[in-house]
């Protein structure tokens, strides 16, 4: 994609724009990209409101003058068919459209039966695609309107030990950049596959490598797409990283690099509970600087904003007396009495009949959730499922009772902060589609249904507010002790920037670079199952069978096995037991032994 950009006379153009407007018919304007966290810079240039292309736009100190390919070309979801234009509401006869009064006085006639009298009977769960004025008031929403603390916007099973080092990292001073990594002479890489996780990282990274000799340490499993410029692998079994990292201070060899120039630390989130603890710890024995970094866009902001369990804005926690005091003065309430639960305990109430009201906020938990078995038996028990969301998905089409319709990034404006903790501006480049509105302004108008004025009409008046909390004037303690890795040998690989997911539909060019689906094994059970390169295999567990490519990796870590998000179409999540569990058998060709 950045090759057409560079085209210095224009020859180069994408077969998604040829012929549909020259530079001179549209009206550009500067954006923020929405897929990951690396936070591009983004011009989206439009005509006659509707957009034409996206280029890279730059800014030296986050992308320079790159994006992806999928920063690039996915924008066709403003206009598929998929998309949610209009409120509607569940019927006999499916998804009935609607008005917004209708929808938003049946959400609040659910909403307040649920709380009347009751605690823990309403729970939010978002995804991560949510602007910072979103998640914001999505955080305050949650526990002034819903009057709860279940609240998670992760769609893995995470710990309370993982919320705590999130709440102390989000109130840490973050001095991790991609300055700081472009200028490291030693960069150690744990949970975080780069290149399709945070493709302008992995640049960086590489910049690092050719320019510095940086010396490239991955812990875990495997090396992945590090691979070609690792120094050093330091190969840990799944969930191991955390005591890998505690392990590099004693680490005599490494001792001696760190101390050789800038070190970065890099903790993607994938990487086990105490990951983060143990690089803080790392990063203050070796003056190392470190950065956690998310796959989505609007994780960063659900971080800060505390849309997970225990969390409040600023890195404030809710079982801290002092947290708790600041934030109520400021949101004019009494916030929840005790930390709430997180997704996996929330799904499990609700599939115990314990969830009256379950708010969904760009979130597909059927698809996406670390469980999909869990997600339907929640979805199919919870009297009211409201959903604010973009585009039709399977949690949508099956399982709502209420659809409220949102703004893309495209349509709207606001702010998005990225890894690094840099918020930066984006503004409204085309018309909404239908009758959608922000996220923010839908939770606002509903607060106002029940009783409450927050007093948010505008991103403006939410940015005031948000400042007037800011963050903790100190960060709380990171969390102490060990911790055991994980027992499962499975692991699955973070979302291929090509992959089928809900917002790449209509972009053809994109998905037709996307690679094979191959299960990834290490030489032992290659050797085991008798199996090359290239030979088909069956990944049976939960009730499926599905067929694959075997792709052997001479790095990875004996009896591991890692797969990709879908294989022939079908989420991985569907091979998951109720715990997330992954118990995986691989049947070889006819005439060959299973393993």
């Not at 030990?161 to 002479?185: D, G, H, P, R, V």
């Not at 969390?311 to 801290?320: F, I, Y």
């Not at 067929?547 to 990796?553: L, T």
Request: aromatic share 4%; hydrophobic share 40%.
């Amino acid at each position: 994609g950045n090759v057409i950009q560079i085209c210095p006379v224009g020859a180069l153009t994408s077969t998604d724009y040829r012929f549909k407007a020259r530079p001179f018919d549209v009206v550009s304007t500067p954006s923020v990209c929405e897929h990951c966290s690396a936070g591009c810079n983004q011009t989206v240039q439009a005509r006659n409101g509707a957009i034409q292309r996206q280029l890279a736009r730059t800014n030296m100190d986050v992308n320079e003058a790159w994006n992806c390919d999928k920063g690039r070309f996915v924008f066709g979801y403003l206009t598929a068919e998929s998309r949610i234009t209009e409120p509607a509401v569940a019927s006999t006869d499916g998804l009935t459209q609607t008005t917004w009064s209708t929808a938003l006085t049946q959400a609040t006639d659910a909403i307040r039966e649920a709380i009347a009298g009751q605690t823990n009977r309403t729970a939010l769960i978002t995804g991560s695609r949510l602007a910072d004025e979103d998640s914001y008031v999505a955080a305050k929403f949650a526990r002034v309107v819903l009057k709860t603390d279940d609240v998670d916007s992760r769609l893995d099973f995470a710990s309370a030990t993982q919320n705590a080092e999130l709440s102390a990292y989000a109130a840490a001073t973050q001095t991790a950049t991609y300055a700081a990594i472009e200028q490291a002479k030693t960069i150690i890489v744990a949970g975080l596959d780069p290149e399709d996780e945070l493709p302008i990282v992995y640049l960086r990274i590489r910049k690092a490598w050719r320019n510095n000799t940086a010396k490239i340490v991955v812990v875990g499993p495997t090396t992945g797409s590090l691979a070609p410029v690792a120094w050093r692998h330091i190969t840990t079994p799944i969930g191991g990283e955390t005591a890998a990292l505690n392990g590099l201070a004693n680490d005599e060899a490494l001792a001696g690099v760190i101390n050789d120039g800038p070190t970065v630390i890099l903790v993607g989130e994938r990487a086990p509970a105490g990951c983060l603890s143990a690089a803080a710890a790392l990063s203050h024995a070796s003056g190392a600087t470190f950065a956690y970094m998310p796959r989505r866009s609007g994780a960063p902001a659900a971080i800060d904003k505390g849309l997970f369990a225990g969390g409040l804005p600023g890195g404030r926690r809710l079982d801290d007396a002092t947290d708790r005091d600041t934030v109520e003065q400021v949101w004019n309430t009494t916030l929840p009495a005790t930390n709430g639960r997180n997704l996996q305990e929330i799904l499990t109430a609700a599939a115990n009949g314990e969830i009256d009201v379950l708010y969904l906020i760009g979130v597909d938990l059927v698809t996406d959730s670390a469980s999909a078995s869990l997600a339907r038996k929640a979805l199919e028990r919870v009297p009211t499922v409201i959903v604010q969301d973009l585009a039709l998905n399977a949690t949508v089409t099956q399982y709502a009772t209420i659809v409220l319709p949102v703004t893309a990034r495209q349509e709207r404006a606001g702010t998005a902060t990225n890894w690094e903790g840099r918020r930066q501006s984006f503004f409204k480049a085309v018309p909404p589609a239908g009758s959608a509105q922000d996220d923010h302004t839908i939770l606002s108008q509903l607060a106002m249904y029940l009783g409450y004025d927050f007093g948010c009409a505008d991103v403006g008046q939410i940015q005031a507010e948000m400042a007037i909390l800011g963050r903790r004037d100190t960060a709380h303690r990171y969390p102490s002790g060990h911790m055991q890795p994980d027992t499962t040998t499975v692991m699955v690989r973070p979302r291929l920037l090509s992959h089928g997911a809900s917002l790449t539909v209509d972009v053809p060019s994109l998905m037709a670079t996307a690679p094979s689906e191959t299960v990834v094994i290490d030489p032992l059970t290659a050797s085991e199952l008798a199996v090359d390169d290239g030979t088909s295999i069956v990944v049976q567990a939960h009730g499926q069978e599905l067929a694959a490519m075997v792709a052997i990796d001479p790095t990875q870590a004996p009896n591991t096995l890692v797969l990709p998000q879908r294989l022939g179409g079908v989420s991985i999540n569907e091979l998951a037991d109720d715990d997330g569990v992954l118990d995986v058998t691989l049947a070889v060709p006819v005439g060959k032994t299973n393993a």
